[in-house]
């Protein structure tokens, strides 16, 4: 069975950081293309960063530039998204998503080029 879970969420201050894991059970993601997306209550869900199946290329959302880094371990069949300097606006449900390595527009986060999702993990940033 092919799987993704999230891992890492949880209560933060503003300010404080996180590093959420994305772990495949059931098939390699060296094959893949990884993204992060998240869901605010009330919002769409929205692309957050991407990387390449090889770890060469990334892409962030404007809201995460500069505080968020993704990157990726495929000996460990894990990604990562470190975020740093969280806002209470982070707050959200954050899934990852794997999109097999060619085509579909899986670079600029559309989530329609991902096969598989995961479960998701809640952020709460609060003071």
């Known amino acids: 069975q092919l799987q993704l879970v999230e891992s890492g969420g949880g209560l933060v201050q503003p300010g404080g950081s996180l590093r959420l894991s994305c772990t495949a059970s059931?098939?390699?993601?060296?094959?893949?293309?990884i993204g992060w997306f998240r869901q605010a209550p009330g919002k769409e869900r929205e692309g957050v960063s991407c990387?390449?199946?090889?770890?060469?290329?990334?892409n962030y959302a404007d809201s995460g530039k500069g505080r968020f880094t993704i990157s990726r371990d495929n000996a460990k069949n894990t990604v990562y998204l470190q975020m740093n300097s969280l806002k209470p606006e982070d707050t959200a449900v954050y899934y990852c998503?794997?999109?097999?390595?060619?085509?579909?527009?899986?670079?600029?986060?559309?989530?329609?080029?991902?096969?598989?999702w995961g479960q998701g993990t809640q952020v709460t940033v609060s003071s």
């Open positions: 990387i390449s199946s090889g770890g060469g290329s990334t």
């Open positions: 998503a794997a999109a097999r390595r060619f085509g579909g527009n899986w670079y600029n986060m559309d989530y329609s080029a991902y096969q598989y």
């Open positions: 059931g098939f390699t993601l060296d094959y893949y293309n």
